[in-house]
């Protein structure tokens, strides 16, 4: 008998299934099937609340008998730190933006003679905001020196 040839979905690559399983999606190669195994894990975890509670207690017995591995694995590597940091300040910005997506309370513009601008790269996710300003600089003009009484 002779199979069809597939393509992988991760690598893209031809592949015969096996003769024991006809039915194989995904290339023979080992990089594929971790990924298929962590898809099928992502997907379950968030399908199944019995397998997401199983693994949330795995989870949890592994950190009470290993209760000294986070601090010794951040104390031995700085760049780790580093990088968690920068994205958990990513995270928090989006979060506070994503907060105010709704919001047309954030500040009157009507009241200010003043250019607007907003800058970030979270804009797009203030689709129906009127204005949310996180940060406000304000520029003096320089078009009329300022004179200080003496």
């Known amino acids: 008998m002779n199979a069809e040839s597939r393509h992988c979905p991760y690598c ?6 096996s003769v024991y399983h006809r039915d ?5 190669a080992a990089k594929c099937r971790k990924q ?4 099928y894990h ?3 975890y968030q399908s199944d609340a019995e397998y997401r509670l199983v693994c949330r207690e795995s989870d949890q017995k592994w950190r009470d008998s290993n209760p000294s591995y986070q601090r010794q694995y951040r104390q031995g590597h700085p760049e780790y730190v580093e990088q968690n940091l920068r994205e958990q300040k990513r995270r928090d910005r989006k979060r506070r933006v994503q907060d105010l997506v709704k919001n047309n ?3 009157d513009l009507k ?7 907003l800058v970030g790269s979270e804009l797009e996710n203030l689709v129906k905001n009127n ?4 940060e406000v600089m304000i520029f003096q003009s320089v078009a009329a ?3 200080r009484p003496e």
Do not use: E
Not at 24 to 28: D, G, N, R, S
């Open 24 to 28: 194989q999606k995904i290339c023979p």
């Open 36 to 39: 298929q195994q962590r898809d």
């Open 145 to 147: 020196p300022h004179v």
């Open 12 to 17: 893209g690559k031809k592949f015969f299934p």
């Open 111 to 117: 009241s200010v003679s003043a250019d607007v601008w």
């Open 105 to 107: 309370l954030a500040f």
């Open 131 to 134: 204005l949310a300003i996180s």
């Open 42 to 44: 992502r997907q379950k």
